[in-house]
């Protein structure tokens, strides 16, 4: 089953194609890789299915439903997340506000219309409740990430490798089913890599559909599914990650073609 179908996908920047008519769809339950050299258009094509930038033409959909276009916050409540290739966290609140802050998209505040009395305390009431769920839950992701030492810490206190595993447990927090990671082992080392990669396949544990790109090639061949390879903002190639290693399309994109 198709968790999400991309259809001629386009994004056009004045003259320059970054998304070039791309098909593309992410298996539910499963891992897929997104690939190519850089300037392919891979960061373009996660940003306008993930409704930061509208496309030229084509459709999204997610679930059956057509949510091209869509705002990034109502994507997001739709239950798509996503991490960035620069990691993005509010360095000056502590680790565990940064988590709570991505499970407010499920918060469903109430109003603070009418305070009178009865109604202000119990609106007030309300609000606590709702606090202490968001903060039981961003408890829960802080364990499944190894993160409990680092709660009150200020987020840019936290080593390179842990900063990376707090966006994506922010990202979690949202409650997605498909999640978005753009490049997660930029600037990793190798042992950092290690774990990032024991974590995504804990996180596809949980059922959630994981979709990534990534330079480390090492890393896509180990943990995804299936392949799909950009080049110039159109589809090169798709498939296994045994089919993809060995085509010739792609090494030449990769390295050159021999004269």
């Not at 045994?242 to 990769?254: C, G, T």
Request: net charge positive.
């Amino acid at each position: 089953m198709n968790l999400l179908e991309v259809q001629g996908l386009a994004k056009v920047y004045g003259g320059v194609r970054a998304v070039d008519d791309v098909d593309f769809v992410a298996e539910a339950g499963r891992i897929s890789g997104i690939i190519g050299p850089n300037g392919a258009g891979k960061t373009t094509l996660f940003n306008v299915i993930t409704g930061l930038d509208e496309p030229t033409r084509g459709r999204v959909l997610f679930k059956g439903r057509d949510v091209t276009g869509l705002a990034a916050h109502r994507v997001t409540r739709l239950g798509i997340a996503r991490t960035f290739q620069n990691i993005r966290l509010f360095k000056e609140l502590t680790v565990i506000e940064n988590i709570m802050i991505g499970r407010h998209v499920r918060a469903g505040h109430p109003r603070l219309a009418r305070l009178r009395t009865v109604n202000a305390l119990h609106t007030l009431w309300s609000r606590a409740k709702v606090e202490q769920s968001i903060y039981q839950s961003a408890r829960r992701w802080l364990e499944f990430f190894g993160l409990e030492q680092f709660a009150g810490e200020l987020a840019r206190n936290l080593p390179y490798g842990k900063q990376r595993s707090l966006e994506i447990a922010r990202a979690l927090a949202t409650d997605p089913t498909l999640l978005f990671l753009d490049e997660p082992a930029a600037g990793m080392n190798q042992a950092e890599t290690r774990e990032l990669l024991g974590t995504i396949k804990r996180v596809n544990g949980l059922g959630i559909t994981i979709v990534l790109i990534e330079h480390d090639m090492r890393l896509v061949m180990n943990v995804c599914d299936r392949i799909t390879v950009l080049n110039y903002g159109k589809k090169l190639a798709e498939g296994t990650p045994e089919e993809i290693k060995n085509n010739p399309a792609v090494i030449e994109a990769y390295l050159g073609r021999e004269e």
